[in-house]
């Protein structure tokens, strides 16, 4: 199995700008999990999806930030506007259930100018 | 404050050494589990342990688990250079609730 992917792996934007980061997850995987994780705020959880179905989205900052989920192969984590306090390591990770060993993606280094 | 918390923050050891993490939690919980995360990379799972399991061995790692104290550990025998990471809790509340990840361990194995 190739694991979890994730794209691009970096990027740089300019602020204002619209930022979509992409997952694909494990094959046969119901749940899918979005994380940001930087040195101030460790690791965080921005929403999760269980059948591709959004269960929790309370981590989510604000409205700039949205995530979908269209079918069991792929989500989209996007930013827009982006501002320079959304630079982090954004992962992705995916497991049978939301409970369950969870597997993570390569991450995105997103860097907001 | 959160629901896994780690202790110590960072730990440094030489090789050969046993390395020692705790982690703490609130609620009860379904199960517990240990990942580690090399610098710039996404977090490997390392080991499950269940509510009902007091302890679990895979390979130098060996993971205990205390209902009671709400509390688990995770030992790391003869460390190697390798080793050096950081190591997360995660513990899964019931209802099929997702993971919720502690803060973190910085292990740092020198030769």
């Known amino acids: 199995d190739a694991g979890v992917i994730q794209s691009p792996r970096h990027e740089v934007t300019e602020m204002g700008q619209e930022v979509t980061l992409r997952c694909k997850p494990i094959?046969?995987?119901?749940?899918l999990f979005w994380y940001r994780q930087t040195m101030m705020r460790g690791l965080e959880l921005l929403i999760y999806?269980?059948?591709?179905?959004?269960?929790?989205d309370s981590g989510m900052p604000e409205d700039r930030f949205s995530a979908k989920m269209p079918n069991a192969s792929f989500s989209t984590l996007k930013i827009q506007p982006s501002e320079p306090r959304d630079s982090a390591v954004y992962f992705c990770?995916?497991?049978?259930?939301?409970?369950?060993?969870?597997?993570f993606g390569p991450g995105t280094r997103l860097l907001v100018l | 404050s959160q629901q896994g918390e780690e202790d110590p923050q960072a730990l440094s050891i030489q090789e050969g050494e046993n390395a020692t993490m705790n982690c703490s939690y609130k609620?009860?919980?379904?199960?517990l589990q240990w990942y580690r995360q090399n610098s710039g990379r996404g977090l490997v799972h390392l080991i499950l342990?269940?509510?009902?399991?007091r302890e679990k061995h895979s390979g130098r790692l060996r993971v205990t688990l205390d209902t009671s104290k709400k509390s688990s550990s995770l030992l790391i025998t003869a460390s190697r250079a390798a080793d050096t990471a950081s190591y997360f809790c995660?513990?899964?509340?019931?209802?099929?609730?997702?993971?919720?990840f502690g803060t973190g361990t910085q292990l740092k194995v020198e030769l």
């Open positions: 990770a995916s497991s049978l259930a939301p409970q369950e060993t969870q597997y």
């Open positions: 094959s046969g995987h119901n749940s």
């Open positions: 999806f269980n059948n591709n179905v959004p269960i929790d």
């Open positions: 609620t009860s919980i379904n199960n």
């Open positions: 342990i269940r509510s009902n399991e």
């Open positions: 995660a513990s899964s509340t019931g209802g099929g609730n997702k993971l919720t």
